[in-house]
C-alpha cells in the first residue's frame, strides 16, 4: 500500500473484480460444512437417531482431513469436455458445486428414519465434493491475482464464508423452524431446509460460470518434474516416468522439505497440529444433540448458537490478530488453548443447572470467542511453517492433520454421552486438552533452543571470517 493513499481509496481494493469473486466463492465454500456437520446432527437428533449413531456420523467430515490425497489430481487434471469450455479450475469447480447441489436435493427427498444408509450416501457426496471445491478454490485464489490483491481477497473469502455459515446454521434451523407446523419433529420442514440450502449453492455456480479462468504458469514444481522425468527415470516407459516423477513433487518433496527443515522438531510439531484442536472438536459433535435434549428450540439455538455465536468467533479471530502483533505465537497458541479447555469445563456446570437462556448465551460468547483466538493463532501458526515453494500442498496436509484424530475420537462421543451423561462428557472433553497445553510449552523451549544454536553457530562463523579477513 502507498504511503500517500487514504482509507477510502486503501478500501476500494474489494471493489476489484478478481476480489469480489473471492467473497462469493467463499460463501460457496462455507455452506456445505454445517450441512454435514452441526446442523445435520440438530436434524438427526429431533428425529430419533441415536446419540451413538449421530457420533458416527460426524466421520463424515473426514472427508475434509483426507483432501489432500486428492488435491494432486485436482490440481492436475483436465475433465474430458468441460474444460474445454470453462478451463481446469473453473470446471473442477463447477463439477464440484453440482454434486453438492445435486446431494443436498437428495439429503431433502431422502427420510433418515426410514433408510439411513442412503441418507449417509448423500451426505458423503456433499461432504468430498465440498472438500474438492476447497481445493479448487485455494488454487484458484493463489493463481488469479498478484500478491497485491492477495490479503484483500483472503479477507474477503473469509467473510463470504463466515456468512454462509450463518444461512446454514441459523438460516437452516430458522427455516426448519418456520416449516414446521409445531415443535415436534415433522421431515417436510428439514427437506424445506435442505431444498433452500440446495438453492443458495446457486451463488457458487452463478459465480464460477461469471468468473474468468486464471492463467497457468510453468512454476518451478512444474520445471522440476521435467528434470525428473530427464533424469531419474529416464530408463522407464514414459507414462511411468511422468507418473513417477509427478508423484515425487506432489507427494514426496513437501514432506521432505517439511522433515529437512524442522529436524528433530517435526515430530513435536506434527503431534501439536494433530492435536490442538482435540478438545473443542470433540465437544463440537455432541452439542447440537446436547441442545435438543436440554429442550432448547430451534429457533433458539438458531439466535444464540449460529447467529451470534459467530459474530462472537470473528470477534474472538479480531481479538487473536491483535494479540499476534503484539506476543509471540506460542504464546497466543497457548491462551486459546486454555480458554478452549475452561469453557468446555463450563459446559458441564450448564449440564448441571439445566436449560438458561442467560447461561446459554454467556457460555457461547466465551466458547466462541476463545475458538476465534485458538484459530486465528492456529492458522498463523501453520501458515509460518510451510514453504512458499510447496504452501499450497503442506499447509493442505497441515490442515487435514489438524482434523483426523481429533475427528476419529470425535465419532465415540455419543457412546460416551449415553454411557456417562453430559456433565462427564463435557469435563472429559476439557481434559483432553491439557496435554496439548504442555505440547505447546515444550515446543517453545526447544525452538528457543534452537534459536540460540543456530545464532551461536553464525556467530562462530562471523568470528571465523573476521579472523581470515584481518
Known amino acids: 500500500m502507498l504511503p500517500n493513499k487514504t482509507w477510502l481509496q486503501s478500501a476500494k481494493i474489494y471493489l476489484e473484480r478478481r476480489v469480489a469473486t473471492l467473497f462469493f466463492l467463499g460463501f460457496s465454500a462455507g455452506l456445505p460444512i454445517l450441512l454435514v456437520f452441526s446442523t445435520l446432527s440438530f436434524w438427526l437428533r429431533e428425529a430419533g437417531v441415536s446419540r451413538e449413531n449421530i457420533g458416527y456420523f460426524s466421520w463424515i467430515a473426514l472427508a475434509y482431513a483426507f483432501k489432500w490425497v486428492w488435491a494432486p489430481v485436482v490440481d492436475r487434471a483436465s475433465i474430458p469436455l468441460l474444460t474445454n469450455y470453462l478451463g481446469r479450475r473453473r470446471s473442477w469447480l463447477f463439477l464440484s458445486q453440482l454434486f453438492i447441489i445435486l446431494a443436498l436435493i437428495g439429503m431433502a427427498l431422502s427420510d433418515?428414519?426410514?433408510?439411513?444408509?442412503?441418507?449417509?450416501?448423500?451426505?458423503?457426496?456433499?461432504?468430498?465434493?465440498?472438500?474438492?471445491?476447497?481445493?479448487?478454490?485455494?488454487?484458484?485464489?493463489?493463481?488469479?491475482?498478484?500478491?497485491?490483491?492477495?490479503?484483500?481477497?483472503?479477507?474477503?473469502?473469509?467473510?463470504?464464508?463466515?456468512?454462509?455459515?450463518?444461512?446454514?446454521?441459523?438460516?437452516s434451523l430458522a427455516i426448519a423452524a418456520w416449516a414446521s407446523p409445531s415443535d415436534a419433529y415433522h421431515l417436510s420442514a428439514w427437506s424445506v431446509s435442505y431444498f433452500a440450502m440446495a438453492a443458495c449453492m446457486g451463488v457458487g455456480i452463478i459465480t464460477t460460470l461469471t468468473c474468468h479462468?486464471?492463467?497457468?504458469?510453468?512454476?518451478?514444481?512444474?520445471?522440476?518434474?521435467?528434470?525428473?522425468?530427464?533424469?531419474?527415470?529416464?530408463?522407464?516407459?514414459?507414462?511411468?516416468?511422468?507418473?513417477?516423477?509427478?508423484?515425487?513433487?506432489?507427494?514426496?518433496?513437501?514432506?521432505?522439505?517439511?522433515?529437512?527443515?524442522?529436524?528433530?522438531?517435526?515430530?513435536?510439531?506434527?503431534?501439536?497440529?494433530?492435536?490442538?484442536?482435540?478438545?473443542?472438536?470433540?465437544?463440537?459433535?455432541?452439542?447440537?444433540?446436547?441442545?435438543?435434549?436440554?429442550?432448547?428450540?430451534?429457533?433458539?439455538?438458531?439466535?444464540?448458537?449460529?447467529?451470534?455465536?459467530?459474530?462472537?468467533?470473528?470477534?474472538?479471530?479480531?481479538?487473536?490478530?491483535?494479540?499476534?502483533?503484539?506476543?509471540?505465537?506460542?504464546?497466543?497458541?497457548?491462551?486459546?488453548?486454555?480458554?478452549?479447555v475452561v469453557t468446555n469445563l463450563i459446559f458441564a456446570i450448564l449440564a448441571f443447572i439445566g436449560k438458561d437462556l442467560v447461561i446459554l448465551t454467556l457460555i457461547i460468547s466465551m466458547d466462541n470467542i476463545s475458538a476465534g483466538i485458538a484459530t486465528t493463532a492456529f492458522v498463523t501458526y501453520m501458515s509460518k511453517l510451510t514453504n512458499i515453494e510447496f504452501?499450497?500442498?503442506?499447509?493442505?496436509?497441515?490442515?487435514?492433520?489438524?482434523?483426523?484424530?481429533?475427528?476419529?475420537?470425535?465419532?465415540?462421543?455419543g457412546i460416551y454421552v449415553d454411557g456417562f451423561g453430559y456433565i462427564n462428557f463435557f469435563i472429559s472433553s476439557a481434559l483432553i486438552g491439557v496435554p496439548v497445553l504442555g505440547l505447546i510449552v515444550l515446543l517453545k523451549k526447544v525452538t528457543k533452543a534452537e534459536l540460540k544454536k543456530d545464532d551461536d553457530n553464525n556467530n562462530e562463523v562471523n568470528d571465523k571470517i573476521n579472523k581470515v579477513t584481518t
Open 112 to 171: 433418515p428414519q426410514a433408510n439411513l444408509t442412503l441418507f449417509v450416501i448423500f451426505a458423503m457426496i456433499v461432504a468430498y465434493s465440498s472438500a474438492t471445491q476447497d481445493i479448487v478454490i485455494d488454487a484458484y485464489r493463489i493463481e488469479s491475482a498478484p500478491e497485491k490483491y492477495q490479503a484483500a481477497m483472503a479477507a474477503a473469502y473469509m467473510t463470504g464464508y463466515r456468512l454462509a455459515m450463518i444461512m446454514a446454521g441459523a438460516g
Open 213 to 340: 479462468e486464471p492463467d497457468y504458469q510453468d512454476n518451478l514444481s512444474n520445471k522440476r518434474q521435467q528434470i525428473a522425468v530427464k533424469l531419474e527415470h529416464q530408463h522407464l516407459p514414459q507414462f511411468f516416468s511422468r507418473f513417477l516423477a509427478w508423484l515425487d513433487i506432489a507427494v514426496v518433496a513437501p514432506f521432505a522439505d517439511f522433515f529437512k527443515r524442522y529436524g528433530k522438531q517435526s515430530l513435536l510439531i506434527l503431534l501439536l497440529i494433530g492435536t490442538y484442536r482435540i478438545s473443542d472438536i470433540v465437544m463440537g459433535i455432541m452439542a447440537n444433540p446436547f441442545y435438543v435434549d436440554m429442550g432448547y428450540t430451534k429457533g433458539e439455538v438458531a439466535a444464540i448458537t449460529k447467529v451470534f455465536g459467530v459474530v462472537m468467533t470473528l470477534l474472538g479471530a479480531g481479538i487473536g490478530g491483535i494479540l499476534l502483533t503484539r506476543y509471540s505465537t506460542y504464546s497466543i497458541l497457548f491462551l486459546g488453548a486454555f480458554l478452549v
Open 391 to 413: 504452501s499450497a500442498t503442506q499447509y493442505a496436509l497441515f490442515s487435514s492433520m489438524m482434523l483426523l484424530f481429533p475427528k476419529f475420537i470425535a465419532g465415540f462421543s
